[in-house]
């Protein structure tokens, strides 16, 4: 893995053309990142480019929209779903900002959220009150929501009838969609959960015992999988991300201070593959950046 991260903070460069040309534009309607001279000369010959809206890079972000959300998913035509803020209610953000309510899991409280391959909205709930200490009368479940916004089934217990989580910080799924569950405890250790498309719980995944000790204990803050199904995650005060494959084994381990890369605390595949790796500012504000990372896992 060691070998596949060096290439980190890749330059944006002009898809339309191979010289390195500072890209200024893009067109919302194709997707296409452009250089002045693309934009003039190559984008216009496209049959329907008449009709494309083209977009200086920087008016990209100028309208924010301000949501208090717990966590947020894109749907398949880029809707952006999210938790309501220490509430119960899933909303969707739709291109044209508007915003309407999908479903509801009062009276419990959404921890995060994820969309499958299958659209199944996958979300983390908790019992109201304190989310600490975990004690026998706290729930913490998955719910697994259909396309039709209908509750599939509930994970809160192992084969043993063992309750699984303490706090479900974030999820993901890979393409059998199997669920991956950041379980977090109340000083922000954790571990992965990984399950079955069932329930059933596939492997759990405490750290690397040459990296994660009592001083240095396993930090999880993220997970994404990648299209070949390699789970990756994120160790955030140990400035790291870890590789495994899908039977919870150990394929990878960077360090990632020497890429200029410190408190990794979110990651996201982009459609063209590559790592985004968001960074967080609770040690130091200057660490708060998003870096982008080409992999070959």
Not at 131 to 137: A, D, G, K, L
Not at 255 to 266: A, E, F, Q, R, W
Not at 280 to 286: L, Y
Request: proline share 3%.
């Amino acid at each position: 893995m060691a070998s596949s991260i060096r290439k980190a903070q890749l330059p944006l460069s002009c898809q339309l053309c191979d010289n390195p040309n500072v890209i200024k534009w893009k067109c919302k309607d194709c997707v296409m990142l452009m250089c002045d001279n693309c934009k003039e000369r190559v984008h216009p010959k496209s049959k329907y480019s008449e009709k494309h809206t083209i977009i200086s890079l920087k008016d990209i972000g100028k309208a924010i929209l301000d949501i208090e959300c717990t966590d947020f998913t894109l749907g398949s035509k880029d809707e952006v779903y999210y938790g309501q803020y220490r509430g119960s209610k899933v909303k969707v953000l739709l291109p044209d900002d508007v915003t309407n309510t999908v479903l509801s899991t009062s009276p419990m409280l959404i921890t995060c959220i994820h969309i499958n391959k299958d659209k199944e909205i996958i979300l983390g709930l908790r019992e109201q009150g304190s989310p600490f200490p975990v004690t026998e009368f706290s729930t913490r479940q998955i719910a697994v929501f259909d396309e039709n916004k209908k509750l599939k089934f509930l994970i809160e217990y192992d084969q043993k009838g063992k309750k699984l989580f303490s706090y479900i910080w974030r999820i993901s799924s890979d393409s059998y969609n199997n669920i991956y569950a950041i379980d977090q405890f109340e000083n922000f250790d954790g571990r992965l959960v990984a399950l079955e498309i069932s329930g059933g719980v596939k492997f759990i995944y405490v750290g690397q015992s040459g990296v994660n000790t009592s001083q240095t204990p396993f930090n999880p803050m993220d997970v994404v999988i990648t299209r070949t199904n390699i789970i990756i995650i994120t160790d955030l005060n140990n400035h790291s991300l870890h590789a495994l494959n899908t039977k919870g084994e150990m394929i990878g381990l960077q360090n990632v201070t020497d890429l200029g890369i410190k408190c990794p605390g979110s990651l996201c595949m982009d459609t063209e593959g590559f790592l985004l790796i968001g960074c967080t500012s609770h040690i130091k504000a200057s660490y708060a950046k998003i870096h982008v990372a080409k992999i070959a896992l």
